[in-house]
């Protein structure tokens, strides 16, 4: 049940949970003795003229007052920290668990979707975590018990009340109510409007090349426009809502006076009772309120918990399965047996793919784009398993190294290099975290990074922006072959890796490429063939598997479909 589980999320945190609860209840009875306190010294100590009891009464008071004040600072700094504790647990746990995730679930989830689970379904929870049990236990207590001490005062007069109580309590749910669908109405607007800026920050380069600025600035407009709108019905309602329970209630204190001047008259109430009557009232007012604002609170709070509980239940689905070991120092041969696998278990990508690669040696992957070339390369770092067959590494099934150490031995250099916001140092020691400096510029050496660096101003300490924007796409693959250098792995796929640069740099890359290549079991895909001469080895992939595979020119010889790709392109 997901309240049981809410509420393992306090268990860290018992301590605070229970000071804080603690000094709530305090809170609450101390507020409940007031009008009774107030009532004794109007009924009783008034009338006795003995000054010096009135001054020790008094500073009696004061002194709880104090003490009332402390402890509400207490609860509300103490609830909200519980608040934000339980926040930052859950938001670790979720990061986390996102980080453990296949490609499979990264396939499948929007990035903006994870984004609102961290952030406004957390906010909501952690308010809810914080005020939830809290509110919910002070706000029956109080009333409850400001009920009880007025019935004991004088009933008739509380029974006045209580007719009106149902009223007050239908208003203020009533009221909060609007407000609920004005704020989420509201929410949806600020969503929108966020949604605006970041895909026109992002796309700020596509909209100025076609000078699209005014559209963008006008559909941003509409949008702020009604997201204003929303914001003003929300207060609209806030503000009427405040005004009506105002009225409602000094219309109840108003039943209170006159009927209680009656009783009064009648000699069945005294004037400190009144007071103290009057006093209950403004008691009775705010559990109502706070049950009402949970009320708004609890489902918006319980269905980000649900949203963050979705995520959380999915079970990652390539794990280390139990008895997996961690490897080291594979050479690198690499076979397939019999591989099936399809993205989508009824749409087959791979039927039975047989591969037999050594350590050492450099196989190059040709063939029609979406004929399953990454595909099988992804296999082999296991970003998905496999439906069928096996593939082994130096003899020894990926599925019983661990996940990390079978990893640690791969490494993919991909057409689009994706660098994180940062340094050139920083992305470059991402390779291995903790590498030293001397290792850092040996690999930007041999990634022919170092002349590039060395030119700019900052150096290895310069920002390359957002994903590496600052950078020329050359240089962007550079600096990802130096990584690779420095993780040097024994495997190394590389996907299409110069596709994107133009010929002159595709020369320069590909002299580092094949540098980084040497003594490793090196897989590339490659689309001009012209960069895959020296390889040992040729396989050609289509739709049907693997067409043919032989040396260049033995399958150039061959005359089949490699020969055929090779016409077409040297035609050009
Ligand atoms: P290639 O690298 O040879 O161009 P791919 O291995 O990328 O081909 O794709 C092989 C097939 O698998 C294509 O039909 C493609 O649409 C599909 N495919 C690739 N990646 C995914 C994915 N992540 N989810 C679903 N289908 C995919
Ligand atoms: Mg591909």
């Known amino acids: 049940m997901n309240l049981k589980h809410f509420f393992k999320y306090y268990k860290p945190h018992k301590r605070l949970f229970i000071v804080d609860f603690t000094s ?43 003490l009332s004040t402390f402890l509400q600072y207490v609860v509300s700094f103490l609830g909200h920290k519980l608040g934000i504790n339980i926040e930052t647990d859950m938001r670790e746990e979720l990061f986390t668990h996102v980080q453990r995730q296949s490609f499979r679930f990264f396939d499948n989830i929007k990035t903006g979707h994870i984004m609102s689970r961290i952030t406004n379904d957390l906010f909501d929870i952690g308010e809810l975590a914080h005020h939830g049990p809290e509110d919910f236990f002070i706000a029956i207590m109080t009333f409850f018990g400001a009920f009880g001490i007025m019935f004991w005062i004088n009933p008739k007069l509380a029974l006045v009340t209580l007719i009106v109580v149902p009223f007050l309590i239908w208003l203020i749910t009533y009221c909060n109510i609007k ?32 000078t699209n600025e005014e559209f963008e600035i006008n559909r941003f407009k509409k949008d702020n426009g ?43 109430l005294s004037y400190g009772e009144l007071v103290s ?28 918990f649900s949203r963050f509980r979705e995520l959380i239940d999915q ?87 661990t996940k990390h150490s079978l990893r640690s ?55 390359i922006g957002e994903r590496g924007l600052k950078l020329s796409g050359g240089q962007k693959q550079r600096l990802a072959i130096a990584r690779m250098f420095l993780k040097n792995p024994p495997i190394l796929i590389l996907d299409e890796a110069t596709s994107a640069l133009d010929t002159e740099t595709e020369r320069v890359i590909q002299l580092a490429l094949s540098e980084l290549a040497e003594n490793r079991t090196t897989l590339i895909i490659a689309h001009r063939l012209a960069t895959i001469r020296d390889a040992d080895r040729v396989i050609v992939v289509t739709e049907d598997g693997i067409a043919e595979q032989g040396g260049y020119s033995e399958l150039l010889e061959h005359d089949g479909i490699f020969a055929n790709l090779h016409r077409i392109q040297f035609q050009q």
């Open 315 to 401: 079970d990652p689905d390539i794990v280390d399965k139990k008895g997996a070991k961690p490897i080291t120092g594979l050479q690198g041969n690499i076979t397939f047996d019999n591989v099936h696998f399809g993205y989508d278990e009824h749409k087959k990508v791979l039927n039975g793919i047989d591969l037999n690669l050594r350590a050492g040696e450099t196989i190059a992957f040709v063939g029609p784009s979406g004929a399953g070339k990454t595909t099988i390369c992804s296999l082999i770092p296991r970003f998905y398993d496999i439906q069928q067959g096996s593939i082994a590494i130096d003899g020894i099934d990926i599925r019983d190294m």
């Open 24 to 66: 709530a209840v305090i809170v609450a009875i101390l507020e409940l003795a007031f009008p009774v306190a107030v009532q004794y010294f109007i009924d009783e100590l008034l009338p006795s003229g003995e000054w010096s009891t009135i001054v020790t009464v008094s500073i009696l008071l004061l002194a709880v007052f104090l």
């Open 179 to 210: 407000m609920n669908s004005a704020w989420s109405n509201m929410y949806g607007k600020i969503a929108d409007v966020n949604g605006r800026v970041e895909d026109s920050v992002s796309g700020a380069r596509v909209v100025q090349s076609f």
């Open 226 to 268: 009604s997201f204003r709108l929303a914001k003003l019905v929300a207060y609209k309602v806030m503000a009427a809502t405040h005004s009506s329970i105002y009225m409602m209630t000094r219309l109840l204190t108003l039943i209170v006076l006159v009927y209680g001047a009656w009783l009064n008259y009648q000699g069945e």
């Open 409 to 463: 031995h791969i490494g993919i250099v991909q057409q689009d290099v994706f660098l994180f916001t940062g340094t050139i140092r920083e992305n470059i020691a991402y390779g291995r975290q903790g590498a030293s400096d001397e290792e850092i510029l040996a690999a930007a050496r041999k990634a022919h990074l170092e002349d590039f660096v060395n030119k700019l101003p900052e150096g290895y300490e310069t920002q």
């Open 277 to 304: 009557f009057v006093l209950f009232l403004n008691v009775l007012i705010k559990p109502i309120d706070k049950i009402s604002a949970l009320l708004e609170l609890y489902p918006k709070g319980m269905a980000g």
